[in-house]
């Protein structure tokens, strides 16, 4: 079926990077855009940004811009968000999500990676 | 960006209620408006997209409308597995934005 894994949870000390993967099978991968958004705890849903698994183009809203980076290796059907600089307010559930370009729906979604940043 | 406002912040129905949610976009998004439902430890599931069609799978209580800046999504008969947060997200400009979402509770 249509699916996205996304990595185990993690553990990182303030000013470290961390590296999320989302691993997508049951669709072409290069068909579908993969969006990245995270959920602190409590919170609502925030967009971090997205990649086109085809070109490997990417587009990054204003506050994560020089921060986020997001990759894609074609070969396995992954794609990658890394986060640079972490602050204990980067702390929260990271999701991966795919959509088409136009109506920009997600679905499917990861089913969340935690990522924990304390010293 | 495009600032996506719903209300209420949280809603308190029994089982049977109709319940209608709003979202207001700070711009005309014509009819790029999806809705989630999010229950505690999952990810969230798309339940309306294009501001009126329904997403396959989900029942057929939940409905869209809107066109523009202002939407709803109306769930016709609260069920048990309907208490949940619902979140709008506009699709109309490339730069994605969610509404700050609806948390709904049982009365």
């Known amino acids: 079926q249509v699916q996205l894994v996304q990595s185990g949870a993690d553990v990182k000390k303030p000013g470290a990077s961390v590296k999320v993967s989302c691993k997508a099978s049951g669709y072409i991968f290069i068909d579908y855009y993969i969006h990245w958004m995270r959920q602190a705890p409590g919170q609502g849903l925030e967009w971090m940004g997205r990649?086109?698994?085809?070109?490997?183009?990417?587009i990054y809203p204003q506050k994560f811009q020089g921060r986020v980076s997001m990759t894609r290796d074609t070969s396995i059907n992954t794609a990658y968000m890394e986060l640079n600089r972490v602050k204990s307010d980067d702390t929260a559930v990271y999701f991966c999500a795919a959509a088409g370009a136009v109506l920009q729906r997600f679905d499917p979604w990861g089913q969340g990676t935690l990522v924990i940043v304390s010293s | 960006d495009i600032q996506m406002t719903q209300s209420p912040s949280s809603l308190s129905a029994s089982v049977g209620d109709r319940v209608t949610i709003t979202c207001r976009a700070s711009q005309s998004i014509s009819t790029y408006l999806n809705w989630y439902q999010q229950k505690p430890g999952q990810a969230p599931k798309v339940l309306i997209y294009s501001a009126s069609r329904l997403q396959s799978g989900v029942p057929s209580r939940f409905s869209g409308s809107g066109s523009g800046t202002d939407f709803t999504l109306t769930i016709s008969s609260l069920q048990p597995e309907d208490f949940a947060t619902y979140y709008c997200?506009?699709?109309?400009?490339?730069?994605?934005?969610f509404g700050q979402g609806t948390k709904l509770e049982i009365k």
């Open positions: 990649i086109d698994p085809n070109s490997g183009g990417t």
């Open positions: 997200q506009q699709s109309y400009s490339t730069s994605v934005t």
